[in-house]
């Protein structure tokens, strides 16, 4: 149910600018997305919020959606790799580093 409310709101919101709103997914969500071709970028950088690195990723519509647990806690990773790689595994052939 969360994940089709998710793409309900996702696929109404091409008139709604929201470059400032983060949303949070997990991976398989952000799969789905990436799938439907609604994320173009894939970002690594530093957590604000602890020691670490953590993936976002830029909707077409503008914004950016943190990868978290089922839980819809951002995940940390312990190295720029590590994240790198989960990042990778959401479909991305490519991700940019920001630091």
Known sequence: MHGTL???????????DFIDRQMTMTAEQLRALYRQQL????????????????????????GLMALTNADGVEQC??????????ALEIGFQQVRIVD
């Open 6 to 16: 998710v793409y309900l709101i996702l696929s109404s919101i091409q008139d709604v």
């Open 39 to 62: 994320l173009i970028e894939a970002l690594v950088e530093p957590s604000l919020d602890n020691e670490g690195w953590v993936v976002e990723c830029r909707h077409a519509a503008g």
């Open 77 to 86: 990773f312990l190295d720029i790799d590590q994240a790198t790689l989960n």
